[in-house]
């Protein structure tokens, strides 16, 4: 559903750039695993050990944008909320994907004609 680049925020002041790509939403523990990770390679690459803090240096939705993202964004949160909405809304949100790609289609075809003129 969401894409998220996580960035080990004291690396990236450092001048090292340490994170992973994650999909959201994903299981709790594998979330916390992997900020886990990010930091030990954060606190390996710099020498120090105050390495807790993250920031989001990009994001991309897969099919649907729901809403922005902030680089200071509680990911922990977010992805609950994106678990609960996936729970909730699976279906709805699986058409809402399959309408915008048929408008995008009709929109190419629309304009492949307006260009033959």
């Not at 999909?23 to 030990?40: C, V």
């Not at 994001?59 to 944008?65: A, G, I, L, R, S």
């Not at 909405?85 to 492949?112: C, M, P, R």
Request: hydrophobic letters at 35%; aromatic letters at 8%; charged letters at 25%.
């Amino acid at each position: 559903m969401l894409k998220l680049y996580i960035c080990d925020l004291a690396a990236y002041n450092s001048g090292h750039l340490v994170g992973q790509l994650v999909q959201l939403p994903m299981k709790s523990y594998q979330l916390q695993d992997t900020l886990l990770d990010i930091f030990a390679e954060g606190e390996e690459l710099t020498g120090d050990d105050n390495h807790e803090e993250y920031i989001v240096a990009g994001y991309e939705w897969e099919d649907t944008k729901l809403f922005g993202i902030d680089e200071h964004q509680n990911i922990c949160r977010l992805n609950l909320q994106l678990q609960k909405l996936e729970d909730k809304y699976h279906d709805k949100l699986k058409e809402i994907s399959q309408v915008q790609i048929i408008n995008a289609i009709f929109q190419k075809i629309s304009e492949a004609g307006v260009n033959r003129s």
